[in-house]
């Protein structure tokens, strides 16, 4: 089917494991964002991509890598989860062309670490 | 810089009622405004967007926001609520005049609850 998925939905891990969270638009959008949502906090901009091989930071980025060799995939890892880090992450993406603009979210994934 | 605010953290209102969710925004051009809806364990959802043209615009679920340029307001409304209305609302600014990158801000949102 079309649209934005994410995988996993929900993961567990334990402090200093490295993970990463899996996020494919099937629209060819050129822009793609990594949120994270947090109680008191609303969404706050991980990391961006306007292209495949063009990815830039957003206004919390320590302690999380993103890459974008694909249009479709934009994958966001931990390098060394931390408690901090439990949040609930959501990918989006988004169009420029058309008059578009408005973005695209997919389902989330819940990460706890322990 | 472009900012957005949502003054009420909660809003509640009875089935069948008018609603009114409120946001307004700080940009140095013509903004883009967004609305979203986001329900329990889910992602965000568009309702409706103001790019240009008509300063009421219509979208989703019988949703509508009117652009005020004076009073720099974006706020959501819905002739008669529903139960099934209630939910999380994101109001989103863009300042097209910001650069060549394109990174929205978001409100911190705005739990609305319809009562029966």
């Known amino acids: 089917d079309a649209g934005i998925t994410q995988s996993p939905r929900y993961k567990i891990t334990e402090t200093g494991r490295q993970v990463t969270l899996m996020c494919h638009q099937t629209?060819?959008?050129?822009?793609m964002f990594w949120y994270r949502q947090d109680l008191g906090h609303g969404l706050r901009l991980i990391y961006y991509?306007?292209?495949?091989?063009?990815?830039d930071k957003g206004e919390v980025p320590d302690g999380y890598v993103v890459s974008r060799s694909k249009t479709e995939n934009f994958p966001l890892t931990l390098e060394s989860a931390t408690r901090s880090q439990t949040s609930v992450y959501f990918c989006?993406?988004?169009?420029?062309?058309?008059?578009?603009?408005?973005?695209?979210f997919g389902p989330g994934t819940r990460l706890t670490v322990t | 810089a472009q900012s957005v605010a949502q003054p009420e953290d909660q809003v509640n209102v009875a089935e069948g009622n008018p609603l009114t969710v409120k946001c307004t925004y700080s940009v140095s051009g013509n903004p883009y405004l967004f609305w979203y809806v986001q329900y329990p364990n889910r992602g965000l959802q568009f309702l409706l967007k103001?790019?240009?043209?008509?300063?009421l615009v219509k979208g989703s679920y019988g949703f509508e926001a009117e652009f005020n340029k004076s009073q720099t307001s974006f706020h959501l409304k819905k002739p008669s609520a529903l139960v099934s209305d209630s939910a999380l609302y994101f109001c989103a600014v863009r300042d097209p005049a910001s650069g060549g990158s394109y990174i929205p801000t978001f409100g911190r949102g705005t739990s609305l609850i319809v009562h029966p």
């Open positions: 629209w060819s959008h050129s822009y």
């Open positions: 991509s306007a292209a495949a091989d063009i990815t």
């Open positions: 989006a993406s988004s169009e420029l062309a058309g008059g578009s603009y408005e973005q695209y």
């Open positions: 103001y790019i240009t043209g008509d300063n």
